[in-house]
Each structure stands twice: as structure tokens, then as C-alpha cells.
């Protein structure tokens, strides 16, 4: 059983810095990429950024220059560095392990999984 663990989200003013966490555990052989997903209400699901195991990052415009992903693919962590937070930036954000793998091939499948969410609120 694989699960994704994220922390780090809250409350903060305009202008201000949030370190989110993600953990992964359970059963891993290997994980393509991890990154960080959020959805505003009302709004679809969209990239926040990505990181793969050979340290390749990539970033929705939106955020670029603001926000910094990380990573420790051997210990199956993912961090997001989010500074000069703006209220657009409010949502739920999700940890996501892409191309994931509980055993070599071909004894598994490549499966994406997601963590359950932790909530960023940026206001005054």
C-alpha cells in the first residue's frame, strides 16, 4: 500500500513564505517524478510543479521565480519552497508520486498516486 503524506499548509499574509512537505511510504521501487498539484474552489486541478529522480524541474508559469521545488527521491520526499505568496495562490495543494513502481519490471505497473491535500490560505 502506497500513501502520500503532505504538511506545511496554512495561513499566511500576502507577501509572506510557506515550506510544504510530501512523504511517500509503503511498498516503492521507484518513483519517475514527484511534484505538487492545487485546485482553487471552483476551479480544475492544475500543475504547480514537477521534479524527476535525475532532478529535471519544471513549473506553471504562474509560479516561476516565486515557488522552488526540491527533492530526495531516495528517501521519497518533495518539498515546495513558496515565497512572495499572492491571494491567487490560495488552494488546496496536492503531492503527487508519478510513474510509480512497487516492484521491477515487469513484476509491477507504473501507477500514479496523490496525497490527500493540505490547504494554503493567502490573505489579510
Known amino acids: 500500500q502506497v500513501q502520500l503524506v503532505e504538511s506545511g499548509g496554512g495561513l499566511v499574509q500576502p507577501g509572506g513564505s510557506l515550506r510544504l512537505s510530501c512523504v511517500a511510504s509503503?511498498?516503492?521501487?521507484?518513483?519517475?517524478?514527484m511534484g505538487w498539484y492545487r485546485q482553487a474552489a471552483g476551479k480544475e486541478r492544475e500543475l504547480v510543479a514537477t521534479?524527476?529522480?535525475?532532478?529535471?524541474?519544471n513549473y506553471s508559469d504562474s509560479v516561476k521565480g516565486r515557488f522552488t521545488i526540491s527533492g530526495n527521491h531516495a528517501k521519497k520526499t518533495v518539498y515546495l519552497q513558496m515565497n512572495s505568496l499572492e491571494p491567487e495562490d490560495t488552494a488546496a495543494y496536492y503531492c503527487?508520486?508519478?510513474?510509480?513502481?512497487?516492484?521491477?519490471?515487469?513484476?509491477?505497473?507504473?501507477?500514479?498516486?496523490w496525497g490527500q491535500g493540505t490547504q494554503v490560505t493567502v490573505s489579510s
Open positions: 521534479i524527476t529522480s535525475n532532478g529535471y524541474a
Open positions: 509503503g511498498t516503492i521501487f521507484s518513483i519517475a517524478a
Open positions: 503527487k508520486a508519478e510513474r510509480l513502481r512497487t516492484a521491477p519490471p515487469p513484476f509491477s505497473y507504473e501507477y500514479d498516486y
